[in-house]
């Protein structure tokens, strides 16, 4: 489980259900998000872990009826860390 709070578009918090599979190392969060009263939007987030030293998360949404991806990230431990 993950959760959020946004304050800037409108407000809201946000909870993330999700699962792990151990063959992939795959975090996958599904959930609904209402930033503006009556309007949910489908949201997907996909987190990966790469190695001990680096991750990947993209996010996704239904816009249309179909899954878009609205950003992608990548993140590496810097030396000494």
Known sequence: MSSSINNHIGSNI?????????????FTYEWESELRPGFKIKKQRVLQI??????????YEEQNDTKKITR???YSRTAGN
Not at 50 to 59: L, M, N
């Open 14 to 26: 946000d909870v993330q259900l999700g699962n792990y599979n151990p063959n992939t190392s795959v």
């Open 50 to 59: 790469v190695d001990d030293s680096h991750y990947t998360e993209t996010f």
């Open 72 to 74: 992608s990230l990548e």
